[in-house]
């Protein structure tokens, strides 16, 4: 019953949809095709550290509904409007909470870079606005300066978005900037890229012995299982002891819900190479600053997820790839509703550009959860496509490596006193 | 009509049929008619007129008569909105077939008008014209939900009541028959098939149902649980299977009820859920009588880990590797064990030292044992086996949390270190800002 999710959604639509009344069948749909995917299909790119800029905001500060809390400490100086919408403060409340949405423009441009390219491109902002705003002293005229003074709260708006984000990089930065996160991440390309799978082994036993945090433990010990297909007996036994001698006894239940969730378990079918390869979900030379491939995401790493909605986009769509699917678990169903004939459109070729008339508009539903940086992948496949595909993303949960685990783990025992 | 018939009447209508029949007659004077009326820009009028008048008239002929004058009038029209015509073609048609001998409702116009075509079809199906419905339905542009759909619903339950037919053949038929039309309500027919004491076909009918649920709660109160629970199943939605399970739960022996769980996953791990919230220690007999040691046992872990006293907790872990260990799970069975004797333990440690122990991780009970210095460390590392390794590891947090840095350094320097000294600094290190500094004490020990 675990991987089937897709398939009885998909069950129920049609179902429904038989029975719905003549007059309705005759709207439009909004979209052209719908896309379910279930969580299980990809397991592994949860657990990667996401790399994009409201992916690592999200793993590193906790975003939710759209909003982040910090410390408003470091936010001193601030006015009020622009970027951070926030009441008056309270000088008991320390901590100041920022909306996370495209309707400032500045953060639309930076949520789904990779975040290295992020820090040159608030530069290069800053640096206009400061030319922008020195224009002052070069407004001779009236009209000159009737014309700077109405961009200049364009302009202001502009630089204190400007001035949040910059804090709010630097906050990150700052837990970035250390050899834990550096090590880890260098230990997840290890992992994804099937390269030395093995290596993994002493740099979490270090983890262990340090008592890290049990989810980013898990989280690297799920992505080694993945890319191994499985472990080995001695593996296998080998952390289960070490989890709970470390963590608790309570995780022997953890441990029984991850291998159900198939993240924990013994060798089975080598597929992960196999689908690797064949779905370029690992590439080499990633351009974080100017990406050419949604690999960006994870400097390297495709989610599977995005691919296989990529190839959506082509004409061959899944054609050739029957084979595959057979690795990837649960069922795979393919099905296509009948549009009564009023509204069967064609799509027109628009003559000189080769372009299509109206783009396509494609649903892709997540059953069990996806993450920022999925949803940045798919957004950079739109922005690929030149206007011809978007996509609208819905999913069940917005998570995170650690709170997908989260949802996993056991919660310590009850005891007296 | 009369205006239109009556000798010599001066109407645009009579003018307009006189034009007509002297069109007929191949005869220039029905030029000279059709000028007169649009000179006196009546044409409209005229047409209009006689497609009235074709409604009031009841003998077809003469309605053609008519609506072929105003189509002949039209002709000179520049801008007409047909619909008008087209809509009384529609009707006459449908009227002419009611006023047919064999149905005979001889309905006129105005009769019509008042009536409303719905219930006109209302009465048809009263009548049991079922088909004649059917095709008016679809003539006249009802839309899907009030015509054909009624006409069949009511025409199915119609059927049910027939006593002449066997209750599959019936089901068949009704369902042929309704397969292309939407929105109707199965359970509606099935109602009345129950009423009429057809449970059989009830259910049959109930199976075409597509709404889950409607279907559920007929078939609840038809008794009928155990297809009740199967259709909740298939609609995948886990209210309505809840609902069957607790209604069976109430309604049925409690060993017929454990039987019919047990025959589907989805139910059973339903009512396991609700055991789960409700009724722990039935949870455990059921995958008892599943056979399931190793769900069994993974509830009573689950007990002794909800439950705040240790003897309780004592009592659940005891059953756990039991169960464990004849399900041949050995790693689990050991674990277990391996807690009982910690719990003991801890238990005797509390009390002694008045510190919370209980329900900590083995290597957890060390480190705070080791900060405090106390013996009892050596005696738990040896009877849980404790690899050196790790333990030198445990010895290094603990005299760093402690903020022992003499002691540690002097461990660093006894040489005699498991992991080397790297460990040493980067504990210190990792600690926190203050101890940045003593950490450099310790870079001098790396190669």
Redesign the interface.
Known sequence: ?LFRSAK?VA??MM??R??????VETVAPEFDSVVLLDRNVDLLSPLLTQLTYEGLLDELFGVENGRCKFSADKFSGQSEGGGGRVPQQQPENPTKTIMLNSSDDLYAEIRDLNFYAVGPLLNAKAKRIREAFEERHGAKTVGQIKQFVSKLSHIQGIRISLSTYTTVTALLKEKIENSEFIDRVSMEQDVFRAVDVDRIHPFVEQLM???APLANVLRLICAQCTASNGFKQKVY?FY??EI???????H??TL?RLEEAGLYRLQGPKVYNTIRKTMRLTVEDVNEQNPNDLSYVHSGYAPLTARLVQCLTKPEKWRGLEELFKYIPGPTVDRLQELHPSIQKRRGLVPQSGTYENPRLILVVFLGGCTFAEISALRFLAQQEEGQTDFIVATTKLLNGNTFLETLI?P?????? | VEDVFAIGSEHPGAVLFDAYKEFERKSAKADEYIRIIRDGKKLGEAVDQCIAAAGAELEPSYQRLLLRASSFGKCFLDDFDSRHFVDMCHTLRALNAIRDYRIAIPLTMVQFEKMTLATLVDRLILRRHYALAMRICKYMGLSEMEGESRVLAHWACYKVEQRGIDDHDLARQISSKLSDARGISYTDIAEKATECGRRSLAIELLNYEPKAEKQVPILMKMNELSHALQKAIESGDTELVYAVVLRMNESMARRDFLMAMQQSDIAFDLYLQMCRAKDREQLKNLYEMADKKVKKASVCVELSLRSPKVEDKLEELDQARDLYSIAKRSFEAKMTEDEIKLLDHQKMLETKLGVKYVGLSLYETLHRLLIRGSPFAEKLKSQFKVADKRYWWLRIRALTAAKKYNELMVLAKSKKSPIGCEPFFQVVYDNGEGDVHEAKHFVGLLP
């Open positions: 019953p009885r069950d129920i179902r429904l038989k029975d719905l009344p003549k007059d012995c340090m008592r036994d289960r002891k709970i001698q470390t963590y608790g006894y309570e022997l239940r029984e056991e310590p025992p009850l005891c007296p006193m």
